[in-house]
């Protein structure tokens, strides 16, 4: 099938340098590495900024008066950089989506705007041209618990949203660059498995398909299944979808909710980060 990685936690915050930070590469200058906060972790996480590859130097590009709990998110063509800001602690806190550009400037703000004032944005990730960003949506209410219902593609520079129609109860979403999709993961029911879409940007079709997860190998050949309503990872084959999980991991990795994702420019390396057990 090909490789499986596996770090264990001391190596977690190298491992977390190389992937979890947004990269993207800027006009002749080669990658930029982007992250919340600075190099030593030492400080509140209220800022984004940008690393140097030649000389390492970090320069700050954004500011918060709240509070940024995620890492910064490149664009497909690498232009802007996405991450969720918490503006306020009351209750379950106050969320917004902040787009900006590499120099730092706002380039559109979702979640307080009239169009989002009463949707609550769970999940987003870059997808179908530049510029373009898929919003995982859905009511927010004092007293019960947010649901996401629906999948949005907004335009960030002219703030031009489309709707997805023929989506069953959305959970959670991807995009895959290997067929340039946006694959959607619905919420199983009580006795019926999670159904997954696939929506193509090039005839604007959403269309249901046969696989069991949405989290594809940067060649397309295998996916992952690591839902939010369960503890385990599956892995599967995309052309016939046949189940190979027990081959790459053990049941341990499969259960106690190891991290895992796809090593970038690979073509389909599966990386497992085991988390450090919990200390008294």
Request: hydrophobic content about 35%; aromatic content about 8%.
């Amino acid at each position: 099938m090909g490789r499986t990685i596996r770090y264990t936690a001391p190596v977690v915050s190298l491992w977390a340098a190389a992937l979890m930070v947004g990269e993207a590469r800027g006009q002749g200058a080669g990658p930029l590495l982007v992250r919340v906060e600075d190099r030593t972790r030492s400080g509140a996480r209220n800022k984004i900024v940008i690393r140097d590859p030649r000389s390492g130097a970090d320069r700050e590009i954004y500011r918060s008066e709240g509070h940024l709990p995620y890492q910064a998110v490149p664009s497909l063509d690498g232009r802007y950089f996405s991450f969720i800001e918490v503006t306020s602690q009351v209750g379950a806190g106050a969320r917004r989506l902040v787009i900006i550009d590499s120099d730092g400037k706002v380039v559109r703000i979702l979640g307080q705007s009239a169009i989002h004032n009463d949707r609550g944005i769970r999940d987003h990730v870059w997808c179908c041209s530049p510029g373009m960003v898929a919003l995982l949506t859905g009511g927010e209410g004092e007293m019960t618990r947010f649901e996401p219902d629906s999948v949005q593609i907004v335009d960030v520079r002219t703030g031009e949203i489309q709707s997805l129609a023929g989506l069953e109860k959305p959970g959670q979403i991807a995009w895959a660059g290997f067929d340039s999709s946006l694959y959607i993961q619905s919420r199983p029911g009580p006795t019926t498995p999670a159904p997954v879409y696939r929506y193509d940007p090039r005839t604007a079709r959403v269309a249901p398909t046969s696989h069991r997860g949405i989290f594809f190998s940067p060649d397309g050949k295998y996916y992952f299944d690591k839902s939010p309503w369960t503890s385990s990872v599956g892995v599967y084959r995309s052309s016939d979808d046949r189940d190979m999980t027990a081959q790459i991991s053990s049941t341990n990795e499969r259960e106690t909710g190891s991290a895992v994702l796809w090593m970038p420019s690979a073509n389909h390396v599966l990386v497992f980060v085991e988390r450090e057990p919990p200390r008294p």
